[in-house]
């Protein structure tokens, strides 16, 4: 036992992210197109840290200001090998290929982390571009110093602007009879969305439109204002870490994004009343589809509660973004209800795991001893498929059994050594409850239930796959 004990508290490093860095062989320049080869495959739930490039040349850079030895290495050679490109201007890392990926999937794509590559932004327009550019006939290119331990921006002299890093494109292939398409309209791909909501700590939800989903990033801001109006942002260099999970229980026309805080739903048309119309009816499509409520309902509520906000107005088709708060939805269930499973080594090459499976379908698998996958990894079920297995619970009471069938309890009958153990806990609604399981307890009274309802979590949950 105290060896199982001391198995069992083995610390096993979490997964460390793939890395996927811009060279002339891996980045799509000014284009999204489902025919591109992927330059990386990756599993549904991995996590990829993607390195992007700033949109400018070199020799732009330094005739701003900055000096040669301040200018990427990597955007010299993209700009020095690269001739395949346009009909966009962007630097797109990529894409990636995400097994079982098809089209009418989505694409959850968790922005977990965002971090500045370099020390400065440049913001710039020039004849013909912009929102007003009949009044400003002219080019203009800034560079504007980025102060990462402050995270602040010097604009100019008494004007300092907080950094709120995002990626102004990211998306994935649009559908094969589309063909190259430039990357500077965001569309049905997502793409070119200019939507400074999308920080570290949201998620973005993409319609699939060819198999793999091939994902792509780039286009760098440290910072933004809605509209974008002069067409740049505060352009810069980044890096982000994103988790990348295939969801086959999600079927949507128009990318949505939730933040830890609001809902959102946006809409993409050259013409921005048509923008605005699309942003609305998508979010009554979601307060209706996922809040339940009736259309004239949603249609009233996102009268009073939700807030519409121009994405951007320079990049062909035009955004506009409606949000919603998650707090004026006091009566939902709690986001915390969830399931667990645990289970030990035993005396040979039981393996050693936990998985979680959270109420909005996320599973989360820990690997530790005896597992293919050491350390944490990712998947989905469904909201129904997470209903389904808390009715299993209801099936043996679960809440009314003991909390241990372990050695020197009198629920354990047997004490049979070498065996593994499993812990199951469910938390709904507020109540929680855990069962300790040692197998070496026999298989009269309830051990028998208890052991089908953890073999159908680690079946519902998909842990084989994890596993062998």
């Known amino acids: 036992m105290l060896i199982v004990l001391a198995l069992f508290a083995l610390s096993v490093p979490a997964q460390q992210p793939l890395q996927l860095k811009p060279t002339p062989k891996t980045v799509a320049w000014g284009y999204y197109d489902a025919a591109t080869p992927p330059v990386m495959r990756i599993k549904s739930g991995d996590t990829v840290e993607i390195q992007t490039l700033i949109t400018s040349s070199p020799t732009r850079l330094e005739g701003a200001g900055v000096k040669p030895q301040d200018v990427e290495q990597s955007l010299r050679d993209i700009y020095k090998e690269v001739t395949n490109k346009g009909p966009g201007g962007h630097i797109l890392t990529g894409p990636i290929f995400i097994e079982g990926a098809e089209p009418g999937d989505v694409l959850e794509v968790r922005i977990q982390q965002i971090k500045l590559a370099i020390p400065y932004a440049y913001n710039a327009f020039g004849p013909g571009r912009g929102f007003l550019p009949e009044d400003f006939p002219y080019p203009k290119m800034r560079i504007i110093p980025l102060d990462e331990k402050r995270m602040v921006a010097h604009f100019a002299d008494g004007i300092e602007i907080p950094l709120h890093p995002f990626f102004g494109s990211i998306g994935v292939a649009p559908p094969d009879v589309s063909g190259r398409i430039s990357s500077a309209p965001p569309w049905i791909h997502a793409g070119n969305l200019d939507n400074k909501e999308l920080v570290a700590g949201t998620i973005l939800f993409i319609p699939i439109h060819a198999r793999g989903a091939l994902f792509l990033a780039g286009d760098g801001h440290a910072g933004q204002g809605n509209g ?191 065996m593994p153990s499993a812990s199951t806990s469910i938390h709904l609604n507020g109540k929680i409850k855990n069962v300790e399981h040692y197998y070496g307890c026999g298989n009269s009274g309830a051990l028998p239930k208890l052991t089908a309802l953890e073999n159908k979590i680690d079946e519902v949950a998909g842990t084989q796959k994890w596993i062998r």
């Open 228 to 418: 974008e109006v002069d067409i740049t942002a505060m352009e810069t260099s980044l890096i982000g870490t994103f988790q990348l999970i295939v969801r086959k229980d999600m079927h949507l026309k128009w990318p949505r994004a939730e933040t830890p805080t609001h809902f959102i739903t946006m809409g993409i048309h050259e013409d921005l009343n048509e923008a605005t119309k699309m942003a609305l009816r998508e979010m009554i499509d979601f307060l209706v589809n996922e809040k339940h409520l009736t259309r004239d309902d949603a249609y009233q509520l996102s009268s009073v509660a939700a807030d519409l906000d121009i994405t951007q107005l320079v990049d062909g088709n035009k955004g506009v973004h409606a949000m919603i708060p998650k707090s004026i939805f006091v009566g939902q269930k709690s986001s915390d209800d969830s399931i667990t499973l645990e289970r030990t080594v035993c005396f040979g090459t039981c393996p050693a795991y936990q998985v979680t499976i959270s109420s909005d379908g996320t599973v989360t698998f820990d690997g530790r001893q005896f597992t293919k996958m050491k350390g944490l990894a990712t998947g989905h079920i469904s909201a129904n498929d997470f209903r389904n297995l808390v009715a299993e619970f209801d099936k043996i009471n679960y809440f009314s059994l003991p909390d241990a069938y372990v050695p020197g309890t009198k629920e354990c009958p047997q004490r049979v050594t070498d």
